[in-house]
């Protein structure tokens, strides 16, 4: 697969998530601790050839790793987030939300649009980890209805890659009613015939994955993603013992008939383009 | 004194049991102290107004969390007659925290589902203090078709802590049963009421609380996450629950304002527990109220409106 080597990779601004790479030639592998010549580690798309760990990426490099260089147009770039509870905690929720959106360079924690993927028209978005936890609140929440909403008026298949801890505490109850409005929109959308692909990467848990992101007609999921519903620390305070190894990540949820398979981060795209071809 | 009466409740409490003990005296020794009683009785009800119109969020909570608060148990036999339970999700198991099943409502069949609680440790135990596995989900799931398949309206009564995290749950899907479930419900073709009870438990909760109305009692409470994770989690200690409550605007009041639910069902003074008949009288009352509304209303319109309803819930800007 020769296009994955094309230096497009090298574009990608890496922003905050730079803060353990020594001069930047380097980098640090977060799991192994080894050294990685950068070079090497984006050619590998941020995975350790090393240890094979999979750091995360935001969703501006996740849609570039999907879509056909230069075919991305981005819908709703202008919602932004309100502190409307007035939500403080250690922190006041709009002291978070500046500094995620200086971090991010993004309003909110999803990027939304359309673009094509080996030549196929999709709907796409991507949540951003990086953004407060990819937390779903009234923003993500809007996005990614409207974008369902976009896909099914243009027939255009579907695809989100979520990675997200859940609903966004900070908008209370009206981040939990998000989950609510975006299962609603899939559901219409899968009653008048449209194809939606749900990708699952690291972490993919709470809220989001309560709702839109298990709805997919069919599910992938990025190789060693930490997949469920509670995070493995709320699990072991509730059940007061430690969680056997590998619990919740991929290969788990595979074994127990939660999704369809597992790919790994440098076959995704390929996946993805084959399920649509055969699909639409 | 009881044991596990809330502190805020103890000054009523004590005011009660002096009213009786002087009732009691009064009538053994034969001398009147109506008089005397009487104002202890007005002050009663003037000490319980006090303290339950101005009850902060995290007492409300207490509230609605209480374990004399009347539970699913006691408004089946309250609201319904012929209630018939139906079990099994036909796929695990049947999980007791949620209970299902087919009703007479004033003549009426309606399909109900609910979270169930118990009172004490031991009925707890046994519906897993009203946390539900995914096969509780699936179960309800399986009512809710059953309901649209016989054109029953659909009652749902929430009162959870939330879906239970656990190992159990997690293998089974717990985030894909309740997922489906809110697919399910925004698109059921028959009027779903939700009353939500006592405690509104985030996702736990809103898996079978997506519908056409929603009530609310007006201690109870709805939430994204439980005043005690939010203050873990965004306060690093967990001895914030006052802050986290207050700020997770989580009481009726905040859910009316916010416009997520319809209608407040006021509790008697001092809270539901203090009169499980009139606060279940009330809530068949405003149910059938709302009932009779969604009947006259096509199906088509009712799903359409249901899906605007959720729809249009989000705060947020459009900058040019």
């Known amino acids: ?72 147009k981005e819908y709703d770039a202008n919602l932004t987030p309100v502190d409307f509870l007035n939500f403080t905690d250690s922190v006041p929720y709009k002291d978070r939300l500046t500094k995620a959106q200086e971090n991010t360079g993004f309003m909110d924690a999803c990027l939304t649009g359309e673009g094509r993927l080996s030549g196929h028209l999709v709907a796409i978005g991507a949540l951003d980890f990086f953004f407060m936890g990819g937390s779903m609140g009234s923003v993500v929440g809007e996005k990614i209805t409207r974008l369902i909403e976009q896909a099914a008026a243009k027939h255009s298949p579907l695809i989100i890659i979520s990675a997200s801890g ?7 109850v009206v981040s939990l009613m998000q989950m609510a409005k ?38 992938i999921a990025e190789e060693d993603a930490l997949i469920g519903f509670a995070g ?6 509730t059940i007061r013992q430690k969680l056997p190894g590998g619990f919740q990540k991929a290969d788990f949820v595979l074994e127990h008939g939660l999704i369809d398979m597992v790919v790994k981060r440098s076959e995704l795209r390929d996946r993805l383009a084959k399920l649509l071809e055969m699909l639409t | 004194m009881e044991p596990g009466i809330l502190d805020f409740e103890r000054p009523i409490e004590q005011l009660e049991n002096r009213v009786a003990e ?40 207490q509230v609605a969390r209480y374990s004399r608060r009347p539970l699913l148990s006691d408004y089946l036999p309250r609201l319904f007659t012929n209630f018939i339970e139906l079990q099994g999700d036909r796929l695990f198991g049947d999980d007791l925290a949620i209970a299902a099943g087919l009703a007479k409502l004033d003549g009426e069949t309606v399909a109900i589902i609910g979270h ?83 405690e509104g438990g985030s996702g736990g909760a809103l ?25 873990a989690i965004l306060w690093k200690d967990r001895a914030k629950v006052e802050d986290a409550a207050r700020a997770l605007a989580l009481t009726a009041q905040d859910m009316l304002r916010l416009k997520i639910i319809d209608e407040i069902i006021e509790e008697p003074l001092g809270g539901a527990h203090r009169d499980y008949d009139l606060i279940t009288g009330r809530v068949k009352g405003s149910i059938l109220k709302h009932l009779e509304e969604l009947k006259k209303i ?23």
């Open chain 2, 116 to 198: 169930r609680k118990g009172k004490d440790t031991k009925s707890n135990l046994a519906v897993n203090f009203g946390m539900p596995h995914p096969e509780g989900y699936r179960k309800a799931c399986r009512i809710m078709k059953l309901a649209e398949k016989f054109h029953l309206p659909l009652l749902t009564f929430i009162d959870t802590p939330g879906a239970y995290p656990g190992l159990g749950a997690e293998e089974r899907g717990q985030a894909e049963a309740i997922a489906v479930n809110l697919a399910v419900l925004s698109s059921l073709r028959v009027p779903v009421i939700v009353v939500i009870l006592g």
């Open chain 2, 207 to 231: 898996a079978i609380g997506v519908g056409d109305r929603l009530l609310m009692l007006s201690n109870a409470i709805y939430s994204v996450a439980s005043p005690e994770a939010c203050a």
């Open chain 1, 182 to 219: 975006t299962s609603a929109a899939i559901a219409r959308f899968s009653q008048t015939g449209g194809l939606y692909l749900s990708v699952l990467t690291d972490p993919a848990t709470g809220g989001v994955m309560a709702s839109f992101a298990s709805l997919g007609d069919i599910i």
């Open chain 1, 232 to 237: 493995p620390r709320v699990i072991e305070q």
């Open chain 1, 166 to 172: 859940g609903a966004r505490m900070q908008e209370g």
């Open chain 1, 1 to 72: 697969m020769a296009w994955f080597r094309k230096p497009q990779y090298g574009t990608i601004s890496p922003d905050s998530r730079r803060q353990d790479i020594p001069g930047g030639l380097w980098v640090k592998c977060t799991a192994c601790g080894d050294l990685v010549y950068r070079k090497d580690w984006e050619a590998s798309l941020k995975v350790c050839p090393n240890c094979n760990y999979y750091s995360r990426l935001g969703a501006r490099e996740r849609l570039d790793l999907v879509l056909d260089h230069n075919s991305f």
């Open chain 2, 298 to 320: 096509d199906v088509e319109q009712l799903v359409q409106q249901r899906y605007e309803r959720f729809r249009k819930i989000g705060e947020f800007e459009e900058v040019s």
């Open chain 2, 22 to 61: 002087l009732s009691r005296f009064s009538s053994t020794e034969n001398i009147d102290l109506s008089d005397e009683i009487n104002r202890l009785k007005e002050r009663v009800i003037a000490l319980k107004t006090n303290i339950f119109t101005n009850l902060t969020p995290w007492q409300k909570a």
